[in-house]
C-alpha cells in the first residue's frame, strides 16, 4: 500500500498568516492527490485534486504544488474560517490512503 | 443536485452483520466511481471501499477484506456495504462518496452513518 505521511500534525497559527502543509508519499502517485478540508462534526470538502488543481467554488487563497513525491497545501492568507482539519489522500493506486491529518488552530 | 444518502447505521454487537445502502441521484452513474470512507471517533479518514459504477470492478481495503462485501443496484442507484464479522474497531461513521467522472478525486460526499459495534 501507498503510504502518505502528513506533518505536522497540529499547527498553531493567526488569522493571516502563511500556512504550509506537506504531504509525502511512499511512492510516484503521478499526481493523484487531492487535500480535503474538514471541520467538526461536517462532512470532508476537497479543496485541490490532481495535486494543484482548485476545485469550483474554493477560495483563491489555497493552493497546491507538488515536488517528486511530497506535496503541498498551502494558504496564504488564513482566515477565521479556515480553522479545521486537513487531510492529503493519494488515488493513483487501489487501496486508497490519506494523510493522518494536520489540525489548524488558532495560536 | 448531486445527492448521497446513506442508511443503516446502528449499534450492534461484535461479530455481528449489518448493511449499510446509499441512495444516489443528481449525476450521470455510468462513468463513475463510488466508495465508503469511514472515520473512527476522534481519528482520521480511512478509504475502505470502491466499485466502477459501470462494469463493477471493486477494491477493498485490507482491513476490511473477506469481512466487508461492495455491490450496487443500477436500475435503484444505489450502494450498499454488507458488513459481516464486526468488531469494536469498526466503529465510525461511515460515508458514502462519489468520484469525479474525469477528475477521480473524491468529490462529493454523503452525511454519514453511525456504525457502533460493542457488546
Known amino acids: 500500500d501507498i503510504q502518505m505521511t502528513q506533518s505536522p500534525s497540529t499547527l498553531s497559527a493567526s488569522v493571516g498568516d502563511r500556512v504550509t502543509i506537506t504531504c509525502r508519499a511512499s511512492?510516484?502517485?503521478?499526481?493523484?492527490l487531492a487535500w480535503y478540508q474538514q471541520k467538526p462534526g461536517k462532512v470532508p470538502n476537497v479543496l485541490i485534486y490532481?495535486?494543484?488543481t482548485l476545485e469550483s467554488g474554493v477560495p483563491s487563497r489555497f493552493s497546491g504544488s507538488e515536488s517528486g513525491t511530497e506535496f503541498t497545501l498551502t494558504i496564504s492568507s488564513l482566515q477565521s474560517d479556515d480553522f479545521a482539519t486537513y487531510y492529503c489522500?493519494?488515488?493513483?493506486?487501489?487501496?486508497?490512503?490519506f494523510g493522518q491529518g494536520t489540525k489548524v488552530e488558532i495560536k | 443536485e448531486v445527492q448521497l444518502v446513506e442508511s443503516g447505521g446502528g449499534l450492534v454487537q461484535p461479530g455481528r452483520s449489518l448493511r449499510l445502502s446509499c441512495a444516489a441521484s443528481?449525476?450521470?452513474?455510468?462513468?463513475?466511481?463510488m466508495h465508503w470512507v469511514r472515520q473512527a471517533p476522534g481519528k482520521g479518514l480511512e478509504w475502505i471501499s470502491g466499485?466502477?459504477?459501470?462494469?463493477?470492478?471493486?477494491a477493498y481495503a485490507d482491513s476490511v477484506k473477506g469481512r466487508f462485501t461492495l455491490s450496487r443496484d443500477k436500475v435503484r442507484n444505489s450502494l450498499y456495504l454488507e458488513m459481516n464479522s464486526l468488531r469494536v474497531d469498526d466503529t465510525a461513521v461511515y460515508y458514502c462518496?462519489?468520484?469525479?467522472?474525469?477528475?477521480?478525486?473524491?468529490?462529493?460526499w454523503g452525511q454519514g452513518t453511525l456504525v457502533t459495534v460493542s457488546s
Open positions: 443528481g449525476f450521470g452513474f455510468e462513468t463513475n466511481v
Open positions: 489522500q493519494q488515488y493513483d493506486t487501489y487501496p486508497w490512503t
Open positions: 462518496a462519489k468520484s469525479g467522472s474525469s477528475t477521480w478525486h473524491l468529490d462529493s
Open positions: 511512492r510516484n502517485i503521478n499526481s493523484w
Open positions: 466499485i466502477s459504477w459501470n462494469i463493477g470492478e471493486i
Open positions: 490532481q495535486a494543484s
